[in-house]
């Protein structure tokens, strides 16, 4: 496996005109409560390790829908390397806009999240080739847990605030959710439908 062995099993191949890059990510991701995930029957690609092919939640849990406003959504996500002692990993950052002053969502979102531990599922704008790799999986290894807060009545969020939930010493830089766009898309739909 060449996560584990630094053996790389292929090039960057010379840009497709009919695949574009873009930036950023669309406006709608979902959080999930990790304690919600049913691991027993998640199933990871057996050609790509960084693939999830099986997503489903316990019975009677739910994802939340995460919607973002502005041109660009989830402003400041990134990922970053660890260089560990014995083993380089992954820091990944999710940061989250609350635009508004909302007792509801405060309490049903914002202050849960000051202890729980997430996964998250982001919609990148740049799909990759045949949109294979549109739908990216976050905290999958080690959970999402909020690591930074920023309230301000006079900022850009409008009486909400900012909020970064980061998982660390991830073992792979991305993982994927479905070997295809319409598979993808198929567990994101699923996830979001169990909330209505």
Do not use: W
């Not at 950023?24 to 057996?46: H, K, M, P």
């Not at 405060?106 to 982001?122: C, H, R, S, T």
């Not at 830089?173 to 996830?191: C, H, P």
Request: charged share 20%; hydrophobic share 40%; net charge negative.
């Amino acid at each position: 496996m060449s996560i584990c062995n630094g053996i790389i099993k292929q090039g960057i191949p010379k840009g497709d005109c009919a695949n574009l890059p873009a930036k950023g990510y669309e406006r709608l991701a979902i959080l999930i409560n990790r304690e919600d995930i049913d691991f027993n029957n998640v199933t990871i690609s057996e050609e790509r390790a960084n693939v999830i092919t099986s997503l489903g939640l316990l019975a009677g849990k739910v994802g939340y829908e995460i919607h973002q406003m502005g041109g660009t959504p989830f402003t400041g996500t990134n990922a970053a390397l660890e260089d560990n002692a014995y083993y380089r990993s992954v820091t990944k950052n999710l940061v989250i806009a609350v635009i508004n002053n909302d007792r509801d969502v405060y309490g049903q979102f914002v202050d849960p999240l000051l202890n729980g531990e997430f996964v998250a599922i982001v919609e990148r704008k740049d799909k990759g080739k045949d949109h294979a790799s549109a739908f990216e999986v976050l905290g999958y290894h080690n959970g999402l847990t909020l690591t930074a807060l920023d309230e301000n009545a006079y900022g850009d969020y409008y009486g909400g605030g900012l909020y970064t939930l980061t998982e660390t010493a991830a073992p792979v830089s991305r993982m994927y959710l479905g070997e295809t766009y319409e598979a993808g898309k198929a567990l994101f739909d699923s996830i979001l439908e169990a909330e209505a």
